[in-house]
């Protein structure tokens, strides 16, 4: 196949950051994207609707002329969210709530401490219809960073799940075995979405031949079972797995660095990624329910009407972008080359 046309897609897990990256990261999703979810993980987080329709505010103001994107706005879950500030962001048209464990990665040190404090606000949630978006890892020092999604599964999300069952759960960037099976044993309130880089690579792409800290995202890639585990998930058609990115950016300074940043800036080539891996999968006629219409049912949203055409047309993805700051950002896969790009995009 040399040219596929599909409905536009929507990104269900995105960091768009804040000031002026915000020039960089909303045009780069916006022209294949329609909607994203957009992450609250700002400093200070974003914990009620005011803070996240002026973000909103912020991020539409970065818009191109004509661009017609949707930001969708995520509400951050701390010890301090009330049941009324759910039932405000509802009235206020905020799509879900986000829970991090304290410390869990970028700027989260605001999450929440005690899941069971949550506990009435997750029973407002479920009564609202306001999906729970969960980064599905235990901070604990003592759990190895290899097992923290499968801990947190165990201790925490298996407990949520049947404790709330009216609540609609996604399970971001899921990165494990364990985690697809959890999610296809779960009822239909429970979705998961996946990044490129846990289609593509796995921990050896990270630690082997050096560190390579553009390859370093939080939950942190896993072994070849896993990837193969989620490359399984995609094959498979499950209607519960969707597209979420999890682009974060970080300038190549806070990656490249004694403590490097978690986060892998997928946005530049995000659909080309997905479109190349659903290729090599054998799958690219399952890739428009995975990335335009999964999502958008599983948030009883409607699927978009407008649609995107890719074609069969290497280019290869620039080393370095310069941000509105003058300062430097390497892109998720920078170097290499993706086989698809947007019809009518730059080449
Ligand atoms: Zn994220």
Request: hydrophobic share 40%; aromatic share 8%; with cysteine.
């Amino acid at each position: 196949m040399e040219k596929l046309t599909i409905i536009t897609p929507d990104d269900w897990h995105l960091h768009l950051r804040d000031g002026d990256m915000l020039g960089e990261t909303v045009p780069a999703t916006a022209r294949c994207f329609k909607r994203a979810i957009v992450m609250p993980n700002l400093v200070p987080p974003v914990t009620n609707a005011t803070m996240a329709n002026e973000y909103r505010q912020r991020i539409l103001n970065a818009l191109p002329a004509g661009n017609n994107f949707q930001p969708l706005m995520t509400l951050y879950l701390t010890d301090q969210t009330t049941q009324q500030d759910i039932i405000e962001a509802k009235e206020k048209n905020i799509t879900a709530a986000k829970l991090y464990p304290a410390g869990a990665t970028t700027n989260s040190n605001a999450a929440v401490s005690q899941l069971e404090s949550l506990y009435p606000v997750f029973e407002t949630m479920s009564e609202v219809k306001m999906p729970l978006l969960v980064h599905g890892e235990v901070t604990d020092g003592d759990i190895d960073v290899f097992d923290r999604e499968k801990v947190f599964i165990d201790r925490h999300l298996s407990v949520i799940t049947q404790r709330f069952p009216g609540l609609l759960v996604v399970f971001e960037h899921i990165t494990t075995k364990d985690a697809v099976e959890f999610v296809i044993s779960s009822s239909d309130k429970v979705g998961a979405t996946i990044t490129p880089q846990h289609l593509m690579l796995n921990r050896n792409d990270l630690l082997v031949g050096g560190i390579h800290p553009h390859n370093y995202c939080l939950p942190v890639l896993k072994r070849n079972i896993h990837q193969q585990a989620l490359c399984d998930a995609v094959v498979s058609g499950n209607a519960k797995f969707f597209l979420g990115t999890d682009s974060a950016p970080h300038e190549k300074s806070r990656k490249e660095a004694d403590c490097g940043c978690a986060g892998c800036y997928s946005a530049w080539s995000a659909i080309e990624l997905y479109a190349d891996i659903f290729e090599g999968l054998g799958v690219l006629d399952k890739l428009e329910a995975f990335a335009s219409i999964n999502g958008a049912k599983f948030y009883d949203l409607p699927v978009n009407e407008s649609t995107i055409t890719l074609i069969k047309s290497p280019w290869q993805i620039p080393q370095e972008i310069t941000l509105p700051n003058g300062r430097p950002i390497v892109p998720f896969y920078a170097g290499k080359t993706v086989n698809w790009r947007i019809e009518g995009a730059r080449s």
